[in-house]
């Protein structure tokens, strides 16, 4: 990590401003886990916002990027402080009947430089959705970028990784918990 943005800053954001939960939860991806990263809720403060995105900035350095595409909603708040940083467009995919598809009169043209940007990734499955949209448009996707990287790098969307923060957080099937989280209620503090 940079000087100025290092893994211990990017910790001390997550404790300070509340986003670094610990209990029983359910993830997006349908597991469980002890840990939460609730980034909406460290990307509150607008400073904090552009301290995270000039993190992910300076790992992009050497890359030329023409547009920003972020997934709704984790992607939204960090996608567009990266594309105001590189001073470069931003469009974003959203929900529509449970897929994400590009709308609102965004396009991608063919071999449209594009980066991929998330707030979490634990098993990359936004990030695929998100990437297939840009492979369907030819779109020449130069990365993804993304502040936590809950799998640690195991996920490989096929693309260059660039992340402020990689743990490794242990996650459960639903159908083996360990014995201190079966029977205890399970929160999903994601967006609803």
Known sequence: MSARVTRETVL????????????????????????????????????????????????????DIETV?????????IGQEVARQLGCRYIFVEKEEGDLVLRRGFAIRPGERVLVVEDVVTKGGRVRETLDIAAAHEADVQGVAMLVDRSNGTVDPGVPVFSL????????????????????????????
């Open 69 to 77: 595409l972020a997934p709704a909603m984790g992607g939204l708040v």
């Open 165 to 192: 923060l990689q743990v490794e957080v242990e996650t459960f099937d639903p159908d083996n918990l360990p014995s201190d989280l079966v029977g205890s209620s399970a929160v999903k503090p994601g967006s609803k």
């Open 12 to 63: 001390q954001i997550f404790r300070e401003s509340g986003a670094l939960l610990e209990g029983h939860f359910i993830l997006r991806s349908g597991l469980h886990s002890r840990e939460f990263f609730q980034c909406a809720k460290a990307l509150e403060q607008m400073p904090t916002v552009e301290t995270l995105a000039a993190g992910l900035v300076e790992k992009l350095a050497g890359l």
